[in-house]
T-cell receptor, first 116, second 111 residues
Framework: DARVTQTPRHKVTEMGQEVTMRCQPILGHNTVFWYRQTMMQGLELLAYFRNRAPLDDSGMPKDRFSAEMPDATLATLKIQPSEPRDSAVYFC??????????????FGPGTRLTVT | GEDVEQSLFLSVREGDSSVINCTYT??????LYWYKQEPGAGLQLLTYIFSNMDMKQDQRLTVLLNKKDKHLSLRIADTQTGDSAIYFCAEPFFGNEKLTFGTGTRLTIIP
């Protein structure tokens, strides 16, 4: 049963600390998405990769957030330094790009981040 | 960008039908999607509809699409307690790979 995995599931940290969230996409998928979910803003797209290349990170605060795919089995999202307003659930999703066709996204269970 | 709109809350008695509505923005969208999010979990693709269809049925789920009004709905027949969740509609943008999600509708089942 292929699934997107994310670690850690929960993270509590103090303001100013670095946070790294990891995602393992489903084997064979070539698109990876990072989302942030909060009560106030709903689900926001932060970054998007196709074949490991970053295509769009316009939704991400550039000064403190960074997203990378060191290899096809790992995507990372880093926040440095973290701030209380970064508290949210961060989801990774992967998919298999079919151009104009059906593009399903499969979500991981999320990382719940609390910054105090 | 423009918003995909949904009502925030819906309460339905167990055994009744639930209808969740969505207004999307791009009339050229090829596929439209419904996702379900259970508490503490990620979103799960529930169903989708191709834009040249106006209805799709899958067991207890019926999706209706009105392209003229850019209106999408999800009907759940014989609603059960396990259907309690947040339901998101989504439409593609930027070459079809990225999705814009609606605000989500929280479905509560009344016993």
């Amino acid at each position: 049963d292929a699934r997107v995995t994310q670690t850690p599931r929960h993270k509590v940290t103090e303001m100013g600390q670095e946070v790294t969230m990891r995602c393992q996409p489903i084997l064979g998928h070539n698109t990876v998405f990072w989302y942030r979910q909060t009560m106030m803003q709903g689900l926001e797209l932060l970054a998007y990769f196709r074949n490991r290349a970053p295509l769009d990170d316009s939704g991400m605060p550039k000064d403190r957030f960074s997203a990378e795919m060191p290899d096809a089995t790992l995507a990372t999202l880093k926040i440095q330094p973290s701030e209380p307003r970064d508290s949210a659930v961060y989801f990774c999703a992967s998919g298999l790009s079919r151009g104009a066709g059906l593009n399903e996204q499969y979500f991981g269970p999320g990382t719940r981040l609390t910054v105090t | 960008g423009e918003d995909v709109e949904q009502s925030l809350f819906l309460s339905v008695r167990e055994g009744d039908s639930s209808v969740i509505n969505c207004t999307y923005t791009d009339s050229s969208s090829t596929y439209l999607y419904w996702y379900k999010q259970e508490p503490g979990a990620g979103l799960q693709l529930l169903t989708y509809i191709f834009s040249n269809m106006d209805m799709k049925q899958d067991q207890r789920l019926t999706v209706l699409l009105n392209k003229k009004d850019k209106h999408l709905s999800l009907r759940i027949a014989d609603t059960q307690t396990g259907d309690s969740a947040i339901y998101f509609c989504a439409e593609p943008f930027f070459g079809n790979e990225k999705l814009t999600f609606g605000t989500g509708t929280r479905l509560t089942i009344i016993p």
